[in-house]
């Protein structure tokens, strides 16, 4: 008995020091796979460089090249922002003014709307906002303007007309030239319906013009009508009537980034209608999609499965699970994709899970991103040693089978590791760029030290680098810091300092003197102009317009009132450049009927909570003070 006993734990402390060791991947051996997966992404890089430039994409087993998206050097777009995260500035510079002089969208052919959307728009905004990291002159007005956020803005504008639909939501094809085709299908998958705000948000937001944002959320809002009783989409929408052509619901192939952009752009915009969205879609997705952490393809009406199957695309979804703070779901996911990667060495587009065979005609694997991306996500969320591992074992299985003389080839067959002549160009966005990510600790893109890059702009001051990125579905990383130095309510905040610099008294603003009345000075009236009394009805006029839009549109806010503040102001420029908040409500006259006690703004500068009608800012004859602002408590 003490000998079994003995043995016992003999076996038990080995196997403990075995996994230990397993779990063992120090910062020595990051840097070699860090280092290996960058030799990985520059030989595919130069083979496209050259062999294929100026085509779309690389085929490596011929060593020539193809247009396949829109014939504008595809695979060079999409891997731009990838060479700074691997911290090759002189090429990135080179590439940067390549496609400043060169790129060319007035061409006479047809594009997926989704995948110009993702690969270009993204891939041209991703690298205008690291334009900094290059040590290179900045454009002027940058990051508000430049030339690859023109170009990123006339590619934009290319695909717009896919939208004018009696939905709003977008055809899949436009030709670049023409707008949409003559006699175009109006059926659409639901993620080339929905997987736009984030890069058109980002677009508004740098340009001042809010089409961008409000066609991409039109768009979403249509969608998210048409969900069935039980919350879930079907796959294949009619953009025209709403109706729904394929009625399967899942988060693999043509669904998958719906889900993903609900996500994200919840958390980029700060969007609590996003936010409901996704929260009542998890819902559903937890209750009638997942069964045992696979996610199968159900009826959407239903709930009931109707294809038992895992598809590669889905491997992203342990990545969003992880993002919103769920990684024992997403691990146990991660746990089932990974077994199937070490049984092929890759995984296939399709795999029957109860039957635990390969979907025939779906065995290859294109080099695809998904599950690498969900093992960085998961581990910048728990640094768990084993996800390294794994991202290891995915290398070295790209390495071994995929790698030719000219380049990476997509595998045809995960049970023969035969080959494809195609590297398609998400391989450079995507593939290499999370794996080189996931064994980089100290890369900028996750860094969250606390500190920040700082750029003098024409704007003002800029903050930048402070680790609040967020990757599109191509991983093109939006830098979201870089926003806000061209939103509304910072270039409102610039033109009061500028405007109204000589009239500011902040003694009288923040009530720290009752003399302060008879300091301020005094607005000078032209000779043939009334001086307005106290009594007056008085029209403001209105504010200059910020970018394309006037402020009262920017700052069009709905939140209960029970959450607001009061602030007496003259104008809604001097409103944000006070509080830094957009009014929920602005009046630019004084209410006519006091309820609430009225209160001298030269003595109290905030009034308290109360109802609309029971507020009063008094007017001065020199109009200082001619209306009120709503402070949201909340924000």
Known sequence: MKVRNCLSLFIFFACC??????????????????????????????????????????????????????????????ALDTLIVMGNKSEFRRVVKHLETSLNFDKDVNVSVFETNIRVVGGLLAAHLMLHRADSPLPTGWPCNGPLLTLAEEIAQKILPAFKTNTGMPFGTVNLRKGVPSGETPITCTAGVATYILEFGVLSRLTGDPVYEETALQALRSLWLTRTRIGLVGNHIDVQTGEWKALDAGIGAGVDSYYEYLA????????????????????????????????????????????????????????????????????????HYMNIWRHYGFTPEFFEVMKSTIVKGREGYPLRPELIESLYHLYRVTKDPMLLHFGAQIFESIESISRVPCGYATVKNVETHSLENRMESFFLAETTKYLYLLFDDDNFVHYDSGTAD??????????????????????????????????????????????????????????????????????????????????????????????????????????????????????????????????????????????????????????????????????????????????????
Not at 60 to 65: A, E, F, S, V
Not at 290 to 296: G, P, V
Not at 300 to 306: D, E
Request: aromatic share 12%.
């Open 17 to 78: 020091a075995l996994v230990s060791s397993f779990l063992q991947f120090d910062r020595g051996k990051r840097k070699i796979y860090r280092e290996r997966v960058q030799k990985m992404f520059y030989h595919a890089y130069d083979s496209y460089l050259l062999n294929a430039f100026p085509f779309d994409e690389l085929r490596p087993l011929t060593c020539d090249g193809v247009d396949t998206w829109g014939s504008y050097s595809l695979t060079l777009i999409d």
């Open 264 to 335: 994200k752009g919840a958390s980029a915009f700060q969007n609590t209608e996003l936010l409901s969205m996704l929260i009542e879609s998890v819902t559903a997705i937890f209750k009638h999609v997942n069964h045992d952490d696979w996610y199968f393809w159900v009826s959407s009406s239903a709930g009931h499965i109707t294809m038992a199957i895992f598809q590669s695309l889905e491997a992203f979804w342990p990545g969003v699970l992880a993002s919103g703070g769920h990684a024992d779901p997403a691990y146990r996911s991660i746990m």
């Open 454 to 635: 700082i750029i003098e702009t024409a704007h003002g001051e800029c903050v930048l680098s402070s680790g609040n990125f967020i990757f599109n579905t191509e991983a093109h990383p939006f830098d979201l810091a870089g926003l806000d130095c061209c939103s509304a309510d910072k270039q409102a905040a610039n033109a009061f300092i500028t405007s109204f610099q000589s009239r500011i008294d902040f003694p009288f603003l923040f009530g720290l003197t009752k003399d302060a009345e008879s300091l301020r000075p005094k607005r000078v009236y032209q000779a043939d102009e009334p001086v307005l009394s106290r009594n007056s009805t008085i029209n403001t006029p209105k504010d200059p317009p910020i970018g394309k839009r006037s402020l009262e549109e920017w700052c069009n806010c709905d939140i209960p009132l029970a959450d607001y503040a009061r602030v007496c102001v003259r104008n809604l420029t001097e409103w944000l450049f006070l509080t830094g908040k957009c009014p929920a409500v602005f009046c630019a006259d004084p209410v006519a009927t006091v309820v609430h006690p009225v209160f001298s703004p030269a003595q109290y500068d905030e009034i308290p909570l109360g109802s609309p009608d029971m507020l009063t800012c008094t007017v001065t004859d020199d109009n200082d003070f001619v209306g009120y602002g709503e402070i949201n408590l909340r924000a």
